[in-house]
Nanobody
Framework: EVQLQASGGGLVQAGGSLRLSCARS????????IGWFRQAPGKEREGIAC????????YYADSVKGRSTFSTDNTKNTVYLQLNSLKPEDTAVYYC??????????????????????WGKGTLVTVSS
């Protein structure tokens, strides 16, 4: 059974940083797309980062580009999203997700905020002024 769990959220002052973690298990293939998503209060879910199964490159949404870094620790089956220079508008529930079907590419996930098949529970990031 595929499982994912995001963690590492919390209360952070504006300008601070957090590293979110996503533990993953149960995957049957190495060709897996991994995405980070967030949903702010009253807003639709948006994709903010995506590791492509096609070219093994990472793509970022404009809202976090230059302030975030995706990384992987394969020995721990964990992926990370480093968030820097946090702003109050970054306040949201952050989710990690994955897809083995490879029906879509990262452009789709980032533009639609959806499309991945497996989702983990979110972790809340609150950025105070």
């Amino acid at each position: 059974e595929v499982q994912l769990q995001a963690s590492g959220g919390g209360l952070v002052q504006a300008g601070g940083s957090l590293r979110l973690s996503c533990a993953r298990s149960g995957f049957t293939s190495d060709d897996v797309a991994i995405g980070w998503f967030r949903q702010a209060p009253g807003k639709e879910r948006e994709g903010i980062a995506c590791f492509s199964a096609e070219d093994h490159a990472t793509y970022y949404a404009d809202s976090v580009k230059g302030r975030s870094t995706f990384s992987t620790d394969n020995t721990k089956n964990t992926v990370y999203l480093q968030l820097n220079s946090l702003k109050p508008e970054d306040t949201a529930v952050y989710y990690c997700a994955a897809d083995q079907g490879l029906l879509y590419n990262c452009n789709y996930y980032l533009n639609h905020g959806s499309g991945m098949y497996h989702w983990g529970k979110g972790t809340l990031v609150t950025v105070s002024s």
